[in-house]
């Protein structure tokens, strides 16, 4: 007599109230739901391609073509023989960028000025909006005073802040001039006019709003910094320059990334200042201006001005590429 086993059946797991909690979630992801979360997702996405990207890459393909924004765009490469104006829409290659670099007299000296604002902000104008927030956040009297007095020039148009400037720097009846005694048509010192100085004069007047806008940024990330961490590292025996340094500023290294983002970016896009002062002209020519100028201005060169404005961008990428790079690097080799 031959015995036949048979394999137990599969016991079934009791369902748990965190499945039924779970399966209940799910089966709550109604129709209505989703065209909520696809009109919440979809809509910020294509403002942003409408805005940011369609507008970049479109100017990254116009900045090989040669186009005066009139007629429309072709494939046919553009003939070096011929004028302007019969070469219209055509493809020029990458001859703009090195009309840039080579023949045209301005590029040099405004990406110049561009990095020389770019280090000015980042070696005074942060560390200064840095210093105020730190001197706030420890409650000082008559803190909310001095934040709000620092914080009038953001609040300011830049326009608003070159004209207030300008009353400033007047040549016989600025303040400037005044107070130091050198407001006479012998003496007096033209600070706008005069080439060697009117790019620092204007670097003085972005940096008393740019500081103000750090300060708020770095005030932001002080007070969200546990409370716990200071009074730990006090007990340590650090003194406050130890504990800011050592412990406080690290642990802001999201507002860091912001800062600097922000900075790089204030500081390439900066084109009221200057052309509030004499138009970009005279030893103020930014990489901002020069863009402007030649798409919408007299000559009327968009794809030559779209070069330009490619090359800002891949400059305003490079210093925060590094920076992010070197701040994730340090945190991956923890």
Not at 179 to 206: K, T
Request: charge should be positive; hydrophobic fraction near 50%; charged fraction near 15%.
């Amino acid at each position: 007599m031959s015995s036949t086993s048979q394999a137990p059946a599969p016991v079934k797991e009791p369902v748990t109230a965190e499945r039924r909690v779970r399966r209940r979630g799910v089966r709550r992801l109604t129709t209505r739901d989703r065209i909520v979360v696809a009109v919440l997702l979809g809509i910020p996405l294509l403002l942003d391609l409408a805005f940011v990207w369609f507008p970049a890459i479109g100017t990254i393909l116009l900045s090989f073509t040669k186009w005066n924004g009139v007629g429309s765009l072709h494939t046919k490469t553009c003939k070096p023989n011929l004028p302007s104006i019969l070469n219209n829409g055509c493809v020029n290659g990458i001859q703009n960028y090195h009309q840039a670099v080579s023949t045209y007299p301005e590029f040099w000296p405004a990406v110049r000025h561009n990095l020389i604002w770019l280090a000015v902000f980042i070696l005074f104008a942060t560390p200064l909006g840095m210093l105020f927030a730190v001197l706030i956040d420890r409650g000082i009297k008559g803190s909310r005073m001095y934040q709000s007095i620092l914080f009038l020039p953001v609040m300011l148009s830049l326009a608003l802040v070159g004209i207030i400037w300008e009353f400033m720097y007047s040549q016989n009846f600025g303040l400037i001039n005044t107070v130091i005694g050198r407001n006479g048509n012998d003496n007096a010192i033209d600070w706008l006019g005069n080439p060697h100085l009117n790019l620092w004069a204007v670097l003085v007047e972005a940096t008393w709003r740019q500081s103000g806008y750090v300060m708020v940024l770095y005030l932001a990330g002080l007070k969200a910094v546990d409370p716990t961490l200071r009074e730990a590292a006090l007990m340590d025996g650090a003194n406050a320059w130890q504990t800011f340094w050592r412990v406080v500023f690290p642990v802001m290294k999201p507002i860091n990334i912001v800062i600097m983002v922000v900075t790089v970016i204030e500081s390439l896009r900066a084109f009221d200042l200057v052309y509030i002062t004499n138009k970009g002209l005279n030893g103020l020519e930014l990489l901002s201006v020069l863009v402007t100028s030649n798409i919408v201005g007299e000559t009327q060169r968009v794809g030559f001005g779209s070069a330009l404005g490619v090359v800002l961008l891949v400059i305003s990428l490079v210093p925060i590429s590094v920076f992010l790079y070197q701040t994730f690097r340090r945190e991956e080799t923890r």
